[in-house]
Nanobody, 115 residues
């Protein structure tokens, strides 16, 4: 089993920055991709960014140039640096770990961007 614990969400004004962290633990944690997804009210959950164990990244078009995903494999932690935040970035952000057998999810952290 793998457990994911997110932190770092909150309320920020448009144009501001936040950094999300996700710490992974458990006996099933190995070097597979991790990522961040988000879900706004009334919308489906969508991919924000993914990162492989080796550091290859993939971003949603809407966040390219503003968000940066990174991971510290020694700490089993993935980060999401969010800059130039927009009101439309408001959502619950979920950390994900994509093991071959299944995906694991964190509990989510709220990010609210005010105008």
């Amino acid at each position: 089993q793998v457990q994911l614990v997110e932190s770092g969400g909150g309320l920020v004004q448009a144009g501001g920055s936040l950094r999300l962290s996700c710490a992974a633990s458990g006996t099933g944690f190995l070097g597979f991709p991790m990522g961040w997804y988000r879900q706004a009210p009334g919308k489906q959950r969508e991919l924000v960014a993914l990162i492989s164990y080796g550091g290859s990244t993939n971003y949603a078009e809407s966040v390219k140039g503003r968000f940066t995903i990174s991971r510290d494999n020694a700490k089993n932690t993935v980060y999401l640096q969010m800059n130039s935040l927009k009101v439309e970035d408001t959502a619950v952000y979920y950390c994900a770990y994509q093991a071959p057998s299944r995906d694991y999810w964190g509990q989510g952290t709220q990010v609210t961007v005010s105008s």
